[in-house]
């Protein structure tokens, strides 16, 4: 067990619909990543969040939106959603991001999201 | 720009045969590279760093900074080394990781 949590861990939805994926971060870590994982692309970069602030951002779409809470929770936003956006989410979480020199990090199990 | 390759999306062995995963970088600097290792229906999670110059399940993996390499080799592939495995290069700014696409091993008998 990694110490990431994930919700839910299966979304099945319907194209133009919005969902929200929620993920915990090990206790203690203050950085929190989105990796978006398919067949096609491998696992993709969103967007990173450090203490409740955007550090980095990827190849995350106009659609998605994220956002890291006081508690460090983490949310992903998918709107006006695709087919071509089913996929295996993944949050990580580590010490990055503030100096830290433990640069490993711990990944939840995933969200399968099936758009039909 | 920063970047990892992996060229190979699957790689194919039989048990006993040696491995040697693929993995090219293009970073400024000297870069930090991992393998990450997703085995079916588990989590992501760290196999081995190159800072460590460890070997994790008989794998190892040397940093080539001429060819701008980390290959991840081992000798013997055993059938429970079949999954996903991921390079991955630590960003310039030290704060987020780069992964490669990923190349899934099958090792059969």
């Known amino acids: 067990d990694s110490g990431v949590t994930q919700t839910p861990k299966h979304l099945i939805t319907a194209t133009g619909q919005r969902v929200t994926l929620r993920c915990s971060p090990r206790?203690?870590?203050?950085?929190v990543y989105w990796y978006q994982q398919s067949l096609d692309q491998g696992l993709q970069f969103l967007i990173q969040?450090?203490?409740?602030?955007?550090?980095a951002k990827g190849n995350i779409l106009e659609r998605f939106s994220a956002q890291q809470f006081p508690d460090l929770h983490s949310e992903l936003n998918l709107s006006s959603l695709e087919l071509g956006d089913s996929a295996l989410y993944f949050c990580?979480?580590?010490?990055?991001?503030?100096?830290?020199?433990?640069?490993?990090?711990?990944f939840g199990q995933g969200t399968r999201l099936t758009v039909v | 720009a920063q970047r990892v390759t992996q060229p190979e999306k699957l790689l194919s062995v039989f048990k006993g045969a040696p491995v040697e995963l693929k993995c090219n970088y293009s970073?400024?600097?000297?870069?930090?590279l991992f393998w990450y290792v997703q085995y079916s229906r588990q989590r992501l999670q760290l196999l081995l760093r190159?800072?460590s110059r460890e070997s994790i399940k008989g794998f190892t993996a040397d940093l080539n900074k001429g060819e701008t390499s980390f290959h991840l080799k081992k000798p013997f592939a055993q059938e429970e080394d079949s999954a996903m495995y991921y390079c991955?290069?630590?960003?310039?700014?030290?704060?987020?990781?780069?992964f490669g696409k990923g190349t899934t091993l099958s090792v059969s008998s």
């Open positions: 990580a979480s580590s010490a990055l991001g503030g100096g830290a020199t433990d640069t490993e990090a711990f």
């Open positions: 190159h800072i």
């Open positions: 991955a290069l630590l960003n310039q700014a030290g704060t987020a990781l780069i």
């Open positions: 969040y450090y203490n409740g602030e955007e550090r």
């Open positions: 206790s203690g870590d203050l950085s």
């Open positions: 970073y400024s600097g000297s870069p930090e």
